[in-house]
């Protein structure tokens, strides 16, 4: 069997440099399709291409100066040949003789000259499986599907920084196109579109729909003028493209909830050093347990249909849903918009609610009226799950018949400081028994919450007051992390790891084990 299958270094995708050729050849193939294409369908076009010319230079190097040997053709004293099934091996043919045989017919023996030996070949054969290409068994090196499922992430990465350092080609989108194919979108036409999108009541509208409603130039193809409207919406401050991966939808800033464009206040972080190499085992387990948006985990969680989350105070004073390691791969995501519409549809009752990722911070908003309706609080359960749907999730409320429960209850003091007690609360939904904690005055919560940010209490201050709190509640005086990590950011937004290493470093606090702390002797005193 011939033994032409293409074969790469070991490294070659590792160590795979874009260069002006793979560029060149990219504006060429846009120019020609006048379709815009993302990154990641642009690299599957090179890797194809790369392949193609890999083989032609490898069939170049086989081949050399000779000709392919095949037993149906003609050969003369003196040529060179080149034998597929021979590993491609070259000679020289020293003399041409008639041969017979009673079964096959008249024929030619070729003598040919190897470096090393000399061999007797058939030609003028018109039958011959030799005359015939050889099926070659399935070859990965040259499969592009599964060269991008292997390498495809860091490939698409430095395809993008190449196309991005090229002036010649815009990206819109997440689409790239030639810049001199741009078709020109007037201030009349970007007036336009944003009177439709007011006229639909501030909701995304696809680029098809406003184009319908713009009175574009004559002549000119569909995808060049979807992409060139795309660019000029891009460019004006007044939008925001806020369609999922594979989907285009414009919105206008203005009309987008204020909570969307700014953070809200209960879910901003002011990043704190800290040691990670303190964190334990069980800590680091907790810690990806917890499902808080700014941890810092490298677990990578299980393919799953569904994930149940514990609601935070945070989210649940905003409206929102963390994005967390665990969860990220529920919620559309996108090429470059930060902020991505989508659908939430309650398993239960079918209701469908607008909701947004934004995903720079890492939070789903759009769930406050909802959080109220379900009678949920900080500790509730959450369902997500997957939606056959595109741009749809699904979740579901973990509620249950209202039923009086002890429940730890935070309320806002007489100096302006917070008081955890347990007393009997209705409660409605199903609850994680170490991070429930019932607000029932949330106006009170938030001066307090003002009040230590004025003050500029440390962190370590604020744990000590909140784990002397606790341990009143239980008969051993010692609280679990769980607990202390819901209950502090009551007060202050912090991530598990930097309280977890607080917890771990910090001589106040005594680790009874199993992630329980108490305060240490010294520090059991009031401040």
């Known amino acids: 069997m011939p033994n032409n299958q293409l074969k790469l270094v070991a490294d070659y995708w590792l160590n795979f440099v874009v260069t002006k050729r793979d560029i060149d050849f990219l504006q060429n193939y846009l120019f020609e399709t006048e379709i815009p294409l993302a990154d990641r369908e642009m690299m599957r076009i090179l890797v194809e291409e790369r392949i193609r010319f890999e083989h032609e230079a490898l069939a170049k190097q086989q081949k050399g100066d000779g000709e392919v040997f095949l037993p149906r ?7 060179k040949l080149v034998f597929p099934a021979l590993n491609w091996r ?3 043919v020293l003399s041409v003789r008639p041969g017979n045989n009673l079964e096959i017919g008249a024929f030619d023996v070729l003598e040919v000259a190897f470096d090393d030996s000399t061999r007797l070949f058939a030609a003028c054969l018109p039958e011959h499986k030799l005359n015939n290409p050889v099926d070659e068994a399935p070859n990965p090196e040259a499969d592009p599907q599964a060269i991008i499922e292997q390498y495809g992430d860091e490939l698409v990465k430095k395809l993008e920084m190449a196309l991005l350092a090229d002036e010649s080609l815009i990206c819109s989108a997440g689409q790239w196109f030639p810049r001199a194919l741009i078709v020109d979108m007037n201030e009349g036409h970007l007036n336009l579109a944003e009177a439709v999108i007011e006229m639909a009541g501030g909701d995304p509208l696809s680029i098809s729909s406003l184009m319908e409603q713009i009175d574009a130039p004559d002549g000119v193809s569909r995808n060049l003028l979807e992409f060139s409207l795309n660019y000029a919406l891009q460019e004006d401050g007044r939008f925001d493209e806020v369609g999922p991966a594979g989907e285009i939808l414009w919105c206008l800033k203005r009309l987008e909830p204020d909570e969307v464009q700014q953070v809200p206040a209960t879910l901003k972080y002011n ?4 040691d990670r190499s303190v964190l334990s085992e069980q800590m680091l387990e907790l810690e990806y347990q917890l499902d808080d948006e700014f941890s810092e985990t490298e677990q990578k969680p299980p393919k799953a249909n569904e994930v149940t989350i514990t609601l935070t105070y945070p989210h649940w004073r905003a409206g929102t849903l963390p994005v967390s390691p665990r969860v990220r791969h529920f919620f559309p995501t996108a090429y470059e918009s930060p902020r991505v519409r989508f659908i939430l549809v309650d398993d239960k009752t079918g209701e469908q609610i607008p909701a947004w990722v934004v995903r720079e911070h890492g939070y789903v908003y759009g769930l406050k009226a909802w ?16 939606s056959g749907n595109a741009g749809q999730v699904i979740f579901e409320a973990k509620t249950r018949k209202s039923a009086k429960d002890w429940v730890r209850t935070v309320l806002s003091g007489s100096d302006g400081g917070v008081v955890f007690a347990l007393l009997r609360q209705e409660v409605a939904c199903e609850y994680h028994d170490r991070m429930v904690t019932v607000v029932p005055d949330v106006a009170g919560i938030d001066l307090a919450v003002a009040q230590i940010a004025k003050s500029r209490a440390s962190l370590e201050k604020i744990v000590k007051n909140i784990l002397r709190e606790l341990s009143k509640l239980t008969p051993q005086g010692h609280v679990h992390a769980e607990e202390l990590y819901s209950a502090v950011n009551i007060l202050r937004r912090i991530p598990p790891a930097p309280l977890l290493a ?3 470093s910090s001589k106040e606090f005594n680790h009874i084990g199993d992630l329980y702390f108490r305060l240490a002797a010294a520090g059991e005193g009031e401040e």
């Open 73 to 79: 053709e003609t050969y003369k004293k003196g040529q």
């Open 371 to 386: 959080f109220e309706k379900n009678k949920l609080i900080p500790g509730a359960q959450v369902v997500i799950r997957r």
């Open 90 to 92: 070259k000679g020289s």
């Open 502 to 504: 607080l917890l771990a």
């Open 271 to 274: 990043p704190i050093d800290y």
